[in-house]
């Protein structure tokens, strides 16, 4: 009787919480707990199991993570018996962000089908929003707390140990990785994952006026070498393998105590259990260097959750700081733990720094185990594959802010965006293509794109694809900035089309703020008469309020011009209302 943990991720939550779990059960003495993601397994392999946790990921638009896509088509088929799984008791943990429309929706709908097919509910699914103010934590580690325990009235788990079993401290930890020196051998350079190709940058053009707060880039990369494997289309998206930046790398050295001989000096990792991942790209045997993993591999900029704090205080041998360290993962202690860690947005490298005696003790692979890894993140292609031939451009915006309570002197940095606003002419980057949500039609059909701020990215793309095609398709833009002159993107390219029809809401021109949810409504006859005539309509940009302003606006101009109740409903089920939104 073996529990298995079971997850669908797309960018690494869902797989990073599993691993917490699987660790805490393997602590707690269930007997050889198993991890698989949901494309290593089969329908009928899964009826057969006895205990599962499903952690599911949402992604695009309230859908299934890619990799789990095909699984759950299985799990969809009508032919199913309703007690096809009901041998089975299970748990869901969903991992979603509550400023999404369809909030949690695949671990919703992967709940109900479990049902559906007889299977048992150990106890209340775990809503995770990346909303609360401890992100996944704060639903998660409630839920974790009553699994367990009602994991134990389950044939073969009663034995496990409470949390709070003093067998439980006195258990040694285990690292994920045992690590072999191999002085004198080649450092390989693992990309990430095998579909990563490494591209040259070959400009970095700042978008906004120098006095304007936002610093926003026009980033061009050569993609001449990797034709093939970089061909997209317009609305996908181009995943960034980040660096950490330099001043961060600095404090965690200096923190950690490493001479340039030891971040230098070569090393392999291998799993101490077959359930252990290797880091994507890597494989058994892979040679590198702590230099290597504190630049591209472990993420030194995210701020730490509890299990940071837990598995820090429980490998110290700083008597002081394990129980300062230890404090911070106590229920009561939240307000302390906020504090220091969301309210300042302390990095984990800053957190060495604070807990220097614990972190100068740490081993090489130890880092493995209290450091995450570094994610990759996602940017709508701006380019166009017919207009920007052998390149890509991204137009980003640069991540900077003060932290909510200002203790901190300095400014807090998003990983990403500034190491990508800090490239230069010839600094190379690791990328890979992934389709974006967006289905443009055929240029005959009118599309209306509404894009505030960087949103206007994949629109961009697909306008000027379109006008190649067919040069008369008919293309409305809405944008949205702050001001015309401030950063109103590609203002000049779109004064040299003669399409498509651009509407630019200037929010903070005029005394009153203008928005793009206030032109739909200005042009609502013209948006209706191109619905008429079949449009689709895309929504890009920000997942904040806009994309629900312009529902409610599209709603109104539905009921008002066409006595339409449910227009959004209507064209979102025909697939003519579409969006690609971040938080
Ligand atoms: C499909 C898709 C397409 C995207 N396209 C684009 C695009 O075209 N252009 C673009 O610029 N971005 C785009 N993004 C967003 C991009 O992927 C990154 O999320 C963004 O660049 C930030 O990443 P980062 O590594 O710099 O920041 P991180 O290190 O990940 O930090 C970001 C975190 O910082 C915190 N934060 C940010 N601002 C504040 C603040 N003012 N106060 C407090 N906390 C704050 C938030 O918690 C946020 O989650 C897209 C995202 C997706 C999913
Ligand atoms: C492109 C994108 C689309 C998302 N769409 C949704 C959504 O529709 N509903 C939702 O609840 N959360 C959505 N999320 C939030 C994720 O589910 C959440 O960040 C989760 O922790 C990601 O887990 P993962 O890293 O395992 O993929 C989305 C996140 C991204 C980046």
Request: charged content about 25%; aromatic content about 10%; some cysteine.
């Amino acid at each position: 009787m073996s529990l298995l943990i079971c997850y669908a991720t797309e960018t690494g939550n869902a797989e990073d919480v599993g691993e917490m779990l699987w660790r805490e059960a393997r602590r707690r003495g269930c007997k050889s707990p198993r991890m698989a993601s949901f494309e290593q397994l089969s329908l009928e392999s899964l009826a057969s199991e006895r205990t599962v946790v499903f952690l599911i990921a949402t992604s695009g638009q309230g859908e299934f993570p890619t990799s789990a896509r095909s699984l759950w088509t299985c799990f969809r088929q009508k032919i199913l018996p309703n007690d096809y799984m009901d041998k089975m008791h299970f748990s869901v943990v969903a991992l979603g962000d509550s400023s999404y429309q369809k909030y949690n929706r695949a671990g919703r709908l992967l709940r109900a089908r479990l049902v559906q097919l007889g299977a048992h509910q150990l106890c209340p699914p775990a809503y995770c929003d990346d909303q609360h103010e401890i992100g996944i934590d704060g639903a998660f580690q409630p839920w974790k707390h009553v699994f367990f325990e009602a994991l134990k009235g389950v044939e073969g788990f009663e034995r496990i140990l409470d949390s709070k079993d003093p067998e439980l401290s006195e258990r040694p930890f285990v690292s994920k990785f045992r690590l072999r020196f191999c002085d004198g051998e080649h450092i390989d350079e693992p990309s990430g994952s095998a579909e990563y190709v490494r591209v040259e940058t070959i400009s970095n053009e700042r978008q906004t006026s120098i006095d304007h707060f936002q610093d926003t880039r026009l980033i061009t990369f050569n993609i001449g070498n990797h034709e093939e494997a970089l061909r997209y289309r317009s609305g996908d998206v181009l995943m960034i393998q980040p660096e950490n930046l330099d001043e961060s790398i600095k404090i965690a050295v200096e923190a950690l105590k490493l001479s340039d001989e030891t971040l230098d000096r070569p090393f392999k990792l291998e799993p101490t259990d077959s359930n252990i991942r290797l880091p994507p790209g890597w494989l058994i045997g892979t040679t590198t260097s702590l230099r290597y993993c504190l630049k591209r591999v472990l993420d030194l900029q995210h701020i730490p959750k509890k299990s940071f704090f837990e598995i820090l205080s429980r490998i110290s041998k700083d008597e002081d700081e394990a129980e300062r360290l230890a404090e911070f993962c106590q229920p009561e202690n939240l307000d302390l733990f906020l504090d220091y860690t969301l309210k300042t947005r302390r990095t984990a490298a800053e957190a060495f720094r604070d807990f220097y005696r614990t972190a100068s003790q740490l081993s090489h692979e130890q880092l493995f185990d209290v450091l995450p890894l570094i994610r990759p993140r996602a940017f709508s292609i701006a380019s166009s594959p017919m207009a920007h031939p052998g390149v890509i451009q991204l137009l980003v915006a640069k991540v900077e802010y003060k932290p909510p309570i200002a203790k901190m002197a300095d400014l807090r940095r998003g990983l990403c965006s500034c190491h990508l606003t800090r490239l230069r002419h010839g600094d190379m980057v690791f990328v890979r293509i992934r389709d974006g949500t967006f289905h443009f039609p055929s240029p005959e059909t009118p599309i209306i794109c509404i894009g505030p701020g960087t949103g206007v990215a994949p629109f961009r793309s697909v306008i000027n694809d379109r006008l190649r095609i067919h040069p008369d398709s008919e293309s409305l833009l809405f944008f949205g900035c702050r001001g015309r002159f401030s950063d109103y993107y590609f203002e000049i390219e779109w004064t040299h089309l003669e399409k498509p029809r651009i509407f630019v809401a200037f929010s903070r021109d005029q005394e009153h703020k203008i928005y793009v949810q206030h032109l739909l409504k200005k042009e609502a006859a013209l948006i209706w008469r191109l619905l008429q005539q079949g449009a689709y309509i895309f929504v890009a940009g920000s997942a904040g309020e806009m994309p629900n302003g312009v529902c409610e606006m599209l709603g109104e101009i539905g009921k008002e011009i066409g006595g339409e109740e449910n227009l959004v409903k209507t064209l979102e089920t025909q697939g003519r209302l579409q969006f690609e939104t971040w938080s």
